[in-house]
């Protein structure tokens, strides 16, 4: 006989590097794509992963039944771990019990863990435990390994899959408090986009930029410890106020196309309360050179580089 108390484990071994594996599960751009049972579609996703932080989602089965959920952040340690109590809720983000289980724990204590497991890949394990149960419930839980097994065994396929489908791709999202035009400013203005332009404590220097189609932009982007590298973009299309697409990489080879994608939300009255959705699509040469170079700088990078955007957008409008 079991012991309820021990906690439920499954792990899996996927063929990408660890930060992109970790942002698949942090990034609802991503996270949408792939959460929930096999055929659920997702129709809500609030995200805010850091301690104290909270999902809120939301998703439809293929019969169109809906379920809620609601994960509560305790630790976040990127590319490393996440921990977090993990529970059913309703529409509004009041927790509840199971929709079709009244005796299953109200909470638990959920750890996904990730760890290198060779050459461009990642080992996920998955933890799940009661959290302040009572006797009964407990015994649910214990009863219930094999559905786990096969539910989160489902989900990591899905995962898979979209792994498959976006092997060369990198893709970062971010709203910014500003009108889109004033964005597509930001972008294509060298007047701006020299300084607010890379991660943190990074410069550009020795730039020359022509923003027109076939135009070249060349600058060096210099790091904290001073080391320089070279980079090079070919504008591919400039469609204003929406679309900015250019071939990327440094003074002698093509690493990725950047697609730029500037979507305007809120209701923008006389610049008030608008917003604009940046969406970043790099799309490598190979998945090899995903995998190997360009994600383990493009992802903490380009989080970095959408926030950078943001600070300077705040000043700019402030002054």
């Known amino acids: 006989m079991s012991d309820p108390t021990n906690p439920f484990s499954i792990s899996r071994v996927f063929r990408a590097p660890r930060p992109l594996v970790y942002q698949m599960h942090t990034d609802a751009l991503h996270l949408a794509r792939w959460m929930g049972p096999a055929g659920a579609k997702v129709i809500k996703l609030d995200l805010d992963i850091r301690p104290g932080g909270e999902c809120h989602y939301g998703y439809t089965d293929e019969k169109g039944e809906k379920t809620w959920g609601k994960q509560l952040y305790r630790e976040v340690v ?124 990074f410069t550009n220097v020795g730039v020359e930029q022509d923003v027109r189609v076939g135009g070249v932009w060349k600058f060096e982007m210099v790091g904290p410890d001073g080391k320089r590298w070279p980079n090079k973009a070919t504008y591919v299309e400039l469609t204003e106020p929406e679309r900015i697409v250019y071939d990327h990489g440094d003074w002698e080879t093509v690493m990725f196309r950047a697609e730029i994608t500037l979507t305007a939300e809120g209701d923008g009255r006389d610049g008030r309360d608008a917003k604009t959705r940046v969406s970043m699509r790099l799309v490598c040469t190979s998945r090899e050179l995903r995998d190997e170079k360009v994600s383990g700088f493009a992802i903490e990078g380009g989080r970095q580089h959408l926030g950078n955007l943001s600070d300077y957008l705040g000043a700019l409008q402030a002054s």
């Open 78 to 201: 990127p590319d490393q771990k996440l921990v977090f109590l993990q529970s059913f809720s309703d529409e509004h983000g009041a927790l509840c019990r199971h929709p079709m289980a009244a005796t299953w724990p109200l909470q638990m204590m959920a750890t996904t863990t990730f760890e290198d497991a060779g050459p461009g890949e990642t080992k996920v394990t998955v933890t799940w435990q009661p959290y302040e149960a009572e006797a009964e419930a407990l015994a649910m839980f214990d009863g219930a390994r094999g559905g786990m097994t096969q539910g989160f065994g489902g989900m990591f396929a899905s995962l898979d899959r979209y792994l498959d489908e976006t092997e060369r791709e990198i893709r970062l999202e971010r709203v910014v408090a500003a009108p889109r035009a004033l964005v597509w400013k930001v972008f294509t203005d060298p007047e701006h986009v020299n300084k607010w332009w890379g991660p943190n404590g």
